[in-house]
């Protein structure tokens, strides 16, 4: 770089090239009375770089032709895509002679066709209005950092650049380069009422492991052995029928009082459907009674079927049972679509099995369609297809500690006609080891309430109240897009684990490990990043949360990190787009280029009432969450958007 001259050097330049350098340099022209909406004036009379010095002689700098903000530095058509308040502009300049040179920033506002407008002080109580790079070996980048709160989020800008040298302007400025900040999600302040349960559940339809598929039924006869007059008696499962058992007409539309399960009696038949306490099972099929002579040369003396369902359901908490004990049920509905003269009758046997070490249980109690107390057998001459019989067995659970409770059912048929011949088929069981999807657990482990029983099998979903908490429900849902596991994500299939009270998790020093050593280690060297006021007082909130097996902070988890400095580092800010909007932007204090996508858990500077609201309701005792169980996180105001390349927008939920 050449030395600085002083003006007092023009005194040794030839008269012409005095006027060409007075001509040239003007006055130096402050911010606010800096041309619009024409900017064209010189860099050299602006000159915020230093004054110029043509004796200096030698090649004036240039800019380069392709200015470009960040980060990420990545365009979107036409403008820059900026994803972060604290936005950063770069050039390359090239010096003809090798010397060093800066660039000197001057951005604007654009009117509706994307030109510049008004210029934007950058500066303050600076002259210029703009800012200028430290110096760079010719064709490197020089850059600057837009100090905080001089641009607006969801405005869009443009900006040149002019090379100096110290001695020599480039004659013309470099092209504009259009650049907006745009957050990944854009939401309202917190809305004043919600609808939104947060703990309420969808019935989900699953298949059983451990049951025949309706194909695959009237394979497997089983036949008694022949009473003394040459006589037996077959059973076969079929397929459920297409329109399931015929609706009762004496019964009030709606669920009967008999039924174990409200919601499911109106349910599809062919199917099998659950939440986290209740089974409802309608593709069990139905049976085939075959009353046969010995002899295979003669017809069936008679035959009769019926549809069969099933219903479980297991109560999480003292208030759904009544009872201080653990306690699951089960039910069975048998309805008669045919029985023959020649059998006289059928009676029905239920047998429900279990591998409960602590339960004790009762009798089959059963019921008619209008649950009159009742048996299960049905008079040849009497019976009708509305004499449905419900079958109701309890098992209460007095253990310690958590256990599984596998399950087996089958039916055992005799007729009026042959007190000598009964036969049994099996019903199926509650899954196989691996799945058990139909398998109670019951347990006492959860502190401050009693005993409870759930079917485990089923993955709640916790919904964030996207109304109430905007802001933390646009962090989740985000994070729930970029991360690479899609923790929580209910698109994404994606479960998170609960760190319940019996983990046995324990940190480097071999001492229990909990959910505040979790969230220390993610949160604890994580400052207040820069927002405007209204955003209000801020919290770090951590993705995946503390509570989880998939935190950062987790020890030996798949997403374990060192310190929260390897996180996403996202922050809330104010939109400055004329909206009450706010957005979530990068926070690019410690990864300078803002999230990669790679990251493997996430900390967001987020309004600290939506903080520690969001999963308030999120109490182990409702769906009683032990130790590594599975859950999802749903946002709704979010999830209609396909993905995080663009920006989201929140939608009342």
């Given at each position: 770089?050449?030395?600085?001259?002083?003006?007092?050097?023009?005194?040794?330049?030839?008269?012409?090239?005095?006027?060409?350098?007075?001509?040239?340099?003007?006055?130096?022209?402050?911010?606010?009375?800096?041309?619009?909406?024409?900017?064209?004036?010189?860099?050299?009379?602006?000159?915020?770089?230093?004054?110029?010095?043509?004796?200096?002689?030698?090649?004036?700098?240039?800019?380069?032709?392709?200015?470009?903000?960040?980060?990420?530095?990545?365009?979107?058509?036409?403008?820059?895509?900026?994803?972060?308040?604290?936005?950063?502009?770069?050039?390359?300049v090239t010096d003809p002679d090798r010397d060093k040179a800066n660039l000197t920033f001057?951005?604007?506002?654009?009117?509706?066709?994307?030109?510049?407008?008004?210029?934007?002080?950058?500066?303050?109580?600076?002259?210029?209005?703009?800012?200028?790079?430290?110096?760079?070996?010719?064709?490197?980048?020089?850059?600057?950092?837009?100090?905080?709160?001089?641009?607006?989020?969801?405005?869009?800008?443009?900006?040149?650049?002019?090379?100096?040298?110290?001695?020599?302007?480039?004659?013309?400025?470099?092209?504009?380069?259009?650049?907006?900040?745009?957050?990944?999600?854009?939401?309202?302040?917190?809305?004043?009422?919600?609808?939104?349960?947060?703990?309420?559940?969808?019935?989900?339809?699953?298949?059983?492991?451990?049951?025949?598929?309706?194909?695959?039924?009237?394979?497997?006869?089983?036949?008694?052995?022949?009473?003394?007059?040459?006589?037996?008696?077959?059973?076969?499962?079929?397929?459920?029928?297409?329109?399931?058992?015929?609706?009762?007409?004496?019964?009030?539309?709606?669920?009967?009082?008999?039924?174990?399960?409200?919601?499911?009696?109106?349910?599809?038949?062919?199917?099998?459907?659950?939440?986290?306490?209740?089974?409802?099972?309608?593709?069990?099929?139905?049976?085939?009674?075959?009353?046969?002579?010995?002899?295979?040369?003669?017809?069936?003396?008679?035959?009769?079927?019926?549809?069969?369902?099933?219903?479980?359901?297991?109560?999480?908490?003292?208030?759904?049972?009544?009872?201080?004990?653990?306690?699951?049920?089960?039910?069975?509905?048998?309805?008669?679509?045919?029985?023959?003269?020649?059998?006289?009758?059928v009676t029905l046997k239920w047998n429900a099995g279990d591998n409960c070490d602590s339960?004790?249980?009762?009798?089959?109690?059963?019921?008619?369609?209008?649950?009159?107390?009742?048996?299960?057998?049905?008079?040849?001459?009497?019976?009708?297809?509305?004499?449905?019989?419900?079958?109701?067995?309890?098992?209460?659970?007095?253990?310690?500690?958590?256990?599984?409770?596998?399950?087996?059912?089958?039916?055992?048929?005799?007729?009026?006609?042959?007190?000598?011949?009964?036969?049994?088929?099996?019903?199926?069981?509650?899954?196989?080891?691996?799945?058990?999807?139909?398998?109670?657990?019951?347990?006492?482990?959860?502190?401050?309430?009693?005993?409870?029983?759930?079917?485990?099998?089923?993955?709640?979903?916790?919904?964030?109240?996207?109304?109430?908490?905007?802001?933390?429900?646009?962090?989740?849902?985000?994070?729930?897009?970029?991360?690479?596991?899609?923790?929580?994500?209910?698109?994404?299939?994606?479960?998170?684990?609960?760190?319940?009270?019996?983990?046995?998790?324990?940190?480097?020093?071999?001492?229990?490990?909990?959910?505040?050593?979790?969230?220390?280690?993610?949160?604890?060297?994580?400052?207040?990043?820069?927002?405007?006021?209204?955003?209000?007082?801020?919290?770090?909130?951590?993705?995946?949360?503390?509570?989880?097996?998939?935190?950062?902070?987790?020890?030996?988890?798949?997403?374990?990190?060192?310190?929260?400095?390897?996180?996403?580092?996202?922050?809330?800010?104010?939109m400055g787009d004329g909206s009450a909007n706010f957005g979530l932007f990068a926070d690019?204090?410690?990864?300078?280029?803002?999230?990669?996508?790679?990251?493997?858990?996430?900390?967001?500077?987020?309004?600290?009432?939506?903080?520690?609201?969001?999963?308030?309701?999120?109490?182990?005792?409702?769906?009683?969450?032990?130790?590594?169980?599975?859950?999802?996180?749903?946002?709704?105001?979010?999830?209609?958007?396909?993905?995080?390349?663009?920006?989201?927008?929140?939608?009342?939920?």
């Amino acid at each position: 770089m050449r030395p600085l001259r002083t003006l007092s050097g023009l005194r040794n330049v030839a008269a012409g090239a005095v006027l060409a350098l007075l001509a040239g340099i003007g006055t130096a022209t402050a911010a606010d009375s800096a041309p619009s909406p024409t900017p064209s004036y010189s860099p050299a009379s602006l000159a915020a770089a230093g004054p110029e010095d043509l004796a200096a002689g030698g090649q004036r700098p240039e800019s380069g032709k392709n200015p470009s903000a960040g980060p990420q530095f990545v365009k979107s058509g036409s403008t820059w895509n900026v994803i972060t308040p604290d936005v950063v502009l770069r050039n390359t300049v090239t010096d003809p002679d090798r010397d060093k040179a800066n660039l000197t920033f001057e951005v604007w506002t654009t009117d509706a066709n994307g030109k510049p407008k008004t210029k934007v002080d950058l500066d303050g109580p600076g002259e210029y209005g703009v800012l200028v790079s430290g110096y760079v070996d010719s064709g490197k980048l020089a850059q600057v950092p837009v100090p905080y709160g001089k641009l607006k989020p969801g405005v869009t800008y443009t900006f040149r650049t002019s090379a100096y040298d110290g001695s020599l302007y480039e004659t013309e400025w470099s092209p504009y380069a259009n650049f907006r900040i745009n957050p990944y999600v854009t939401f309202p302040a917190p809305q004043t009422s919600s609808i939104i349960d947060p703990v309420a559940q969808k019935v989900r339809e699953f298949t059983r492991t451990n049951a025949d598929p309706p194909s695959a039924r009237k394979s497997d006869r089983k036949c008694s052995a022949a009473d003394p007059q040459g006589r037996k008696l077959c059973i076969e499962m079929t397929p459920p029928s297409k329109d399931g058992p015929p609706a009762d007409p004496r019964l009030a539309p709606g669920s009967p009082a008999v039924e174990l399960v409200d919601w499911c009696y109106e349910k599809p038949a062919g199917k099998d459907y659950m939440n986290r306490t209740e089974a409802c099972l309608k593709n069990v099929g139905g049976v085939d009674m075959y009353f046969l002579s010995t002899d295979p040369d003669s017809p069936a003396l008679g035959m009769a079927h019926f549809e069969i369902e099933q219903r479980i359901k297991a109560y999480p908490n003292k208030g759904s049972s009544g009872s201080n004990f653990a306690e699951f049920d089960q039910q069975i509905y048998l309805v008669p679509t045919r029985i023959d003269p020649d059998l006289e009758g059928v009676t029905l046997k239920w047998n429900a099995g279990d591998n409960c070490d602590s339960c004790v249980v009762s009798q089959t109690k059963w019921a008619d369609n209008q649950n009159n107390t009742s048996d299960a057998h049905w008079d040849a001459n009497e019976w009708t297809e509305f004499s449905g019989r419900w079958g109701r067995y309890l098992t209460q659970w007095n253990g310690t500690g958590k256990e599984t409770i596998d399950l087996g059912w089958s039916i055992t048929g005799t007729v009026d006609a042959s007190n000598a011949l009964q036969v049994t088929v099996g019903l199926g069981t509650s899954g196989v080891e691996s799945v058990r999807e139909l398998a109670p657990r019951c347990d006492d482990i959860l502190n401050g309430v009693a005993p409870g029983c759930v079917l485990p099998f089923f993955k709640p979903t916790y919904t964030v109240d996207t109304n109430l908490y905007p802001a933390a429900g646009a962090y989740y849902w985000l994070m729930q897009e970029k991360m690479p596991d899609h923790a929580g994500s209910v698109r994404w299939d994606s479960l998170l684990h609960y760190f319940g009270p019996d983990s046995t998790a324990t940190g480097p020093d071999g001492k229990p490990w909990d959910s505040d050593k979790s969230r220390n280690k993610v949160c604890g060297n994580w400052t207040v990043p820069k927002a405007d006021a209204s955003v209000g007082t801020m919290d770090c909130d951590e993705y995946a949360m503390a509570s989880t097996h998939e935190s950062g902070g987790f020890p030996g988890g798949v997403n374990q990190v060192t310190s929260g400095d390897e996180c996403a580092q996202l922050n809330t800010d104010k939109m400055g787009d004329g909206s009450a909007n706010f957005g979530l932007f990068a926070d690019t204090r410690k990864a300078t280029k803002g999230p990669t996508g790679k990251e493997r858990c996430g900390r967001a500077g987020i309004n600290a009432d939506q903080n520690r609201g969001a999963f308030k309701k999120l109490q182990p005792s409702i769906w009683r969450l032990l130790d590594n169980d599975g859950f999802f996180v749903s946002n709704p105001g979010f999830e209609h958007c396909v993905n995080a390349s663009t920006t989201c927008s929140w939608r009342k939920a």
